[in-house]
Nanobody, 127 residues
């Protein structure tokens, strides 16, 4: 069974930091590109960050550049999203996904073209 499980979400005040984790198993392919998306109530799911397999190239949405950082630990089958200086507008359910192929496609394609999705973790930032 393919599984992606997110963790690390919670309720924090503006300016605080959180680190999300996503561990995967049972994928039908190796060397996945990984990405993070988020969806707020009443809004479409939007791209946040992505990381490639081979070179660890990273890509970010303009709204999170300089505040969020994506990284990966292949030995642990885990991708992380470090979120600093959180703002109320960051409030959303955060989803991780895995894709066979280029991480650029994740950042440039609506919906990311992901092959697998996790169930999400809630991040709430109060003012």
């Amino acid at each position: 069974q393919a599984q992606l499980v997110e963790s690390g979400g919670g309720l924090v005040q503006a300016g605080a930091s959180l680190k999300l984790s996503c561990s995967w198993s049972g994928l039908t392919f190796t060397n996945p590109a990984m990405g993070w998306f988020r969806q707020a109530p009443g809004k479409e799911r939007e791209f946040v960050a992505a990381i490639s397999w081979v070179a660890d190239n990273t890509y970010y949405a303009d709204s999170v550049k300089g505040r969020f950082s994506i990284s990966r630990d292949d030995a642990k089958n885990t991708v992380y999203l470090q979120m600093n200086n959180l703002k109320p507008e960051d409030t959303a359910v955060y989803y991780c996904g895995a894709k066979r192929g280029s991480a650029i496609v994740i950042s440039k394609t609506p919906g990311g073209g992901m092959d697998y999705w996790g169930k999400g973790t809630q991040v709430t930032v109060s003012s």
